[in-house]
């Protein structure tokens, strides 16, 4: 059955179009990434800007356009932080669904840190059936780390620091001063209290796209390349070398820099900070990069819902 997912984000727009099998494989038609920036100012104004509504829908307009070119039967779309922080969430979800029929489901935290977990390790249960794994997922408006064997989750934590919301809180220049470093890494703080050290046997793994840009650039790739970004191991002192290379950089510098997409250069700094410090939290020495995450999780569930697998 093909079907696709779409994962309305703080920051992006994910869409996944795949054929899905009784046995729950998961076979790749299309893999569509947006920069929508839906979040921007609801940190500041709670609620979604107007003119976002209107920059949302020509997205969501081409990524429906696309899902039905490719023979799409059932697509499942789900909202994020941006959507759970906005006072007027229901207004933009019942104007995407007048405008395409679309039904949009705002995900709890919880809901959140499960569908990305179940994603992240779809790719591992076939030969790591019953490995321990933890799953990093650094957003624009929050941050998620759920723990689990297999594919059952034993614990998931949401944070509300995001990329976004801590650039649009603190990291508001670049390159920031040493005073707004110290009060981003003090924020993010506060909301790691409840965390504990990972047992060694842990395998961390991290999604979405603080941590394939961290990837490209390690790898020094010139294009996007899925074959090597997916899987491959930051150690702690690999993130803590290209921190320090970007944090005294310009906006414009960062740009330039053609790992990175231009409309992530300015959030670049307030993840990699993030992930610094909730590293530091777990006790863990390396993150495993993973190029899957909620997306895969929200079409596996669509496809158990209709008990197709």
Not at 137 to 158: F, M, P, Q, R
Not at 230 to 240: C, E, F, G, P, Q
Not at 257 to 282: C, N, T, Y
């Amino acid at each position: 059955m093909r079907l696709a997912s779409i994962d309305i984000g703080t920051h992006t727009i994910l869409m996944l179009i795949a054929d899905v099998e009784k046995n729950g494989t998961v076979s790749v038609k299309r893999d569509e990434h947006r920069i929508a920036r839906l979040g921007k100012g609801v940190d500041e104004h709670g609620v979604i800007q107007k003119e976002t509504f209107e920059r949302v829908l020509d997205i969501l307009l081409q990524l429906k356009a696309l899902s039905d070119s490719d023979g799409v039967q059932r697509i499942a779309a789900c909202g994020t932080s941006a959507l759970r922080d906005a006072a007027n969430r229901q207004e933009f979800i019942d104007f995407i669904r007048e405008q395409l029929s679309i039904n949009i489901k705002i995900l709890s935290g919880k809901e959140e840190a499960e569908s990305t977990y179940l994603g992240a390790v779809s790719e591992y249960i076939d030969e790591s059936p019953t490995e321990t794994f933890s799953v990093l997922d650094i957003g624009g408006g929050s941050t998620e780390l759920v723990s689990g064997t297999g594919t059952n989750v034993s614990s998931a934590v949401s944070m509300d620091i995001g990329s976004v919301r801590l650039t649009e809180r603190i990291l508001k220049k670049s390159p920031p001063d040493a005073s707004a470093l110290e009060n981003a890494k003090q924020f993010i703080q506060e909301h790691l209290y409840n965390l504990t050290p990972l047992p060694s046997s842990t395998t961390l793994i991290g999604v979405a796209g603080t941590l394939t840009t961290l990837a490209a650039l390690d790898l020094q790739v010139k294009t996007f390349d899925s074959n090597l970004i997916n899987r491959y191991v930051l150690t702690k002192d690999t993130i803590d070398r290209i921190f320090h290379e970007l944090k005294n950089l310009t906006l414009d510098q960062i740009k330039n820099i053609s790992q990175i997409h231009p409309a992530r250069a300015d959030i670049l700094l307030a993840g990699i900070l993030i992930l610094r410090e909730i590293v530091d939290k777990v006790n863990a020495s390396q993150i495993t990069v993973s190029d899957r995450g909620l997306r895969y999780g929200i079409l596996l569930q669509l496809a158990r819902s209709i008990k197709h697998i």
